[in-house]
């Protein structure tokens, strides 16, 4: 489990919401992700109970191309080459 105070500067550092929708669309997983984070940092009356589930039903609707059957290897696996691609998309 991930501590208050660093779920906070990871959301912090994600700052997903700033992210053009082209790239959002490239980097789902990550999307899905940054969007948990967020939401776990809200405040408890405001949290969902799943942010997760939530999270990944947001962004869903937000960008198609994200499975609904991943398992976590397969999640794992989709957000370290999303983060590779757009590294190098970056440094290109």
């Known amino acids: 489990m991930i501590k208050e105070d660093d779920r906070e500067l990871i959301a912090?550092?994600?700052e997903i919401r700033s992210f053009?929708?082209?790239?959002?669309i490239d980097i789902p997983h990550l999307f899905i992700i940054g969007t948990t984070l967020e939401l776990a940092t809200l405040p408890e009356t405001a949290k969902p109970e799943k942010p997760g589930q939530i999270a990944a039903s947001l962004c869903r609707?937000?960008?198609h191309p994200i499975s609904r059957?991943?398992?976590?290897?397969e999640f794992i696996t989709a957000v370290v080459e999303e983060?590779?691609?757009d590294c190098l998309?970056?440094?290109q």
């Open 89 to 91: 998309r970056i440094i």
């Open 83 to 85: 983060t590779a691609n």
């Open 69 to 73: 059957t991943s398992d976590t290897r």
């Open 20 to 24: 053009s929708q082209q790239r959002l």
């Open 12 to 14: 912090s550092l994600l």
């Open 61 to 63: 609707n937000q960008i």
